[in-house]
């Protein structure tokens, strides 16, 4: 962590003192140490004394004054000469962990106190923060922002091109709504899944997967729908509601499926570095085109199961179950004009007798 304070005078004694008692104030809970020009080993946390004859209180009282340690923790050149210092904390966690971010959030909230009391020295100072685990927040700030952003972006662009082309927005609506079920069910299910396989060594998600499975899934499971809807209405025109829906679907759902199967194929292709050795070991010749699974990337694998799964739930659920039935279900609440017929009337002919018969076929 970084301070920055103008006027500071953190090489001057005062300077000093007041990062004394700063360095005692970040001792929160998950801080075991807090070293800075004062104490630059952190060793001596609020409670503990310093004293004469302790190796660790000669060590502090020799190392603090030492021009090295002025150098690290206070800046001595340029602009900024006397008003920057520097403090580090050690954590009681590992730095990628999530307990290593709540205590990043407490110093945070701690400092926030110590500037909002009235006579406090630090009220025009700048924290600034760094290190892993403030690098690893602020990745995770800036990527659920995007991603955030990202969504709405998508969601409003897809049901404008939508209205554009169906002209009917409870429908257009319903789509938007299948594509996010999807979506959902598939992040849920690719982190139980991961979960379930690695156990207590999985640590979540990498966090490129949600946002590019958002976009793909969209834009797939978008596709097809599009194609049953524009489908559907062809054949309502010709065959009326309910007989033109049954035959969109019937004739729509060997190449939908088809194409969802042979996706959903593609996409498990990026998971053969994890079941790729198996197959070798059954299989010697194909190893050198599955390879051995050392240089497996986690997030390609888990971006490659979830596209799978999410394409073969859109579509065998969302274009076969979902989206047919709602449309049934409009169908009965919106009064439709009379459908024409389902086949064309046969002609009624009189009935030919035995004689008639005999006399044209002689003729």
Same mark, same amino acid.
């Given at each position: ?92 966690? !590992? ?39 403030? !690098? ?6 800036? &990527? ?84 049953? /809807? ?87 659920? /969302?274009? &076969? /179950? ?42």
């Amino acid at each position: 962590m970084v301070v920055f304070q103008p006027q500071g005078g953190f090489d001057t004694r005062p300077g000093r003192e007041r990062i004394a008692e700063l360095t005692r104030e970040l001792y929160v809970e998950g801080v075991s140490a807090v070293r800075s020009v004062s104490d630059p080993l952190g060793k001596f946390p609020p409670g503990r004394r310093f004293g004469l004859f302790g190796k660790d209180s000669w060590t502090k009282l020799i190392a603090s004054p030492h021009t090295q340690t002025q150098k690290y923790y206070v800046a001595t050149e340029g602009d900024y000469a006397g008003d920057v210092t520097r403090l580090d904390l050690i954590l009681r966690y !590992d730095p990628f962990s999530a307990e290593a971010e709540e205590v990043l959030t407490r110093v945070e909230h701690k400092l926030q106190t110590v500037q909002d009391e009235a006579d406090s020295a630090w009220r025009n100072s700048t924290f600034v923060y760094s290190g892993m685990s403030a !690098d690893l927040r602020d990745l995770k700030r800036v &990527t659920q922002s995007d991603n955030r952003r990202i969504q709405i972006l998508v969601v409003l662009a897809v049901w404008a091109v939508l209205l554009v082309m169906l002209r009917r927005p409870a429908v257009c609506l319903y789509m938007i709504a299948t594509v996010l079920f999807s979506y959902y069910v598939t992040l849920g299910v690719t982190v139980w899944f991961f979960s379930w396989v690695y156990g207590p060594e999985f640590l979540g998600l990498d966090w490129k997967v949600p946002i590019f499975l958002f976009v793909i899934l969209v834009a797939v499971g978008q596709d097809y729908n599009i194609y049953l /809807v524009t489908r559907v209405y062809e054949e309502q025109a010709k065959w009326g509601p309910l007989m033109g829906l049954r035959r969109a679907v019937v004739r729509t759902g060997g190449i939908i499926t088809s194409c969802g199967v042979i996706m959903a194929g593609t996409f498990i292709s990026m998971t053969a570095g994890t079941w790729g050795p198996m197959v070798s070991a059954w299989f010697p010749a194909a190893g050198a085109l599955l390879g051995t699974g050392a240089n497996a990337l986690a997030a390609i694998v888990q971006l490659g199961f979830s596209l799978s799964f999410g394409i073969l739930l859109d579509t065998f659920i /969302v274009r &076969t /179950v979902l989206l047919p039935a709602f449309l049934a279900l409009l169908h009965r609440r919106i009064k439709s004009p009379v459908p024409p017929p389902a086949f064309p009337p046969t002609p009624h002919h009189k009935p030919i007798d035995a004689g008639t018969a005999r006399r044209t076929s002689t003729v």
